[in-house]
């Protein structure tokens, strides 16, 4: 330690005496060295803040599919009742339905769910219906999310040859997800 800090006693001692002073006193009464988490609870706070933000920038560029989803808002009958064609993820099948009942039921396939067979039956309802843009995908609990994802592919995405004969470029852009029960297969 070094020695202290000589001054004149008409004037205040300079801060750092002081501080000298009062460390050699609390040297002397035996303190303990202590860590002066102040600082590193500041640095944590901003931490915690840019997390929180830069997580919610993250999940916003996830969005890549505008899903619609049920809710409570009423809405105004139109003049044509819409087709509100639905297709059923179940194990072994995909069934595809409209509001009077099953269209078709599409058994799977050895490699999985037929989004082959799918995709045409989709594209024959789009050319039935060409003014309906929403579909309903009813997802039972055992389908793995990854066929989802690929039915709802199917249901968004029209295949290259049907665009060619006049077809948009998405069969079903709005898309709405819901529970199916196994047991939903006609």
């Given at each position: 330690m070094s020695s202290p800090v000589a001054f004149d006693e008409d004037?205040?001692?300079?801060?750092?005496?002081?501080?000298?002073?009062?460390?050699?006193?609390?040297?002397?009464?035996?303190?303990?060295?202590?860590?002066?988490?102040?600082?590193?609870?500041?640095?944590?706070?901003?931490?915690?803040?840019?997390?929180?933000?830069?997580?919610?920038?993250?999940?916003?560029?996830?969005?890549?599919?505008?899903l619609n989803l049920p809710s409570n808002d009423t809405v105004s009958v139109p003049e044509k009742p819409p087709l509100q064609l639905t297709v059923s993820l179940i194990p072994g099948a995909l069934v595809v339905s409209d509001r009077n009942g099953a269209i078709r039921k599409l058994d799977n396939t050895p490699a999985g769910y037929n989004i082959q067979a799918l995709s045409e039956v989709l594209v024959e309802t789009k050319k039935?219906?060409?003014?309906?843009?929403?579909?309903?995908?009813?997802?039972?609990?055992?389908?793995?999310?990854?066929?989802?994802?690929?039915?709802?592919?199917?249901?968004?995405?029209?295949?290259?040859?049907a665009r060619s004969l006049g077809l948009p470029r998405e069969l079903y852009p709005l898309i709405s997800l819901g529970d199916a029960k196994p047991e939903a297969a006609p």
């Open positions: 004037e205040a001692p300079p801060r750092k005496a002081r501080r000298t002073r009062r460390l050699e006193r609390h040297l002397k009464r035996g303190g303990n060295e202590e860590l002066n988490i102040v600082s590193m609870i500041d640095v944590f706070a901003v931490l915690v803040f840019f997390l929180l933000v830069s997580s919610s920038i993250a999940a916003a560029r996830l969005n890549v599919l505008s039935a219906a060409p003014s309906e843009n929403s579909i309903t995908l009813l997802v039972a609990p055992d389908v793995p999310y990854d066929d989802v994802v690929k039915v709802m592919d199917a249901a968004r995405l029209t295949p290259a040859e």
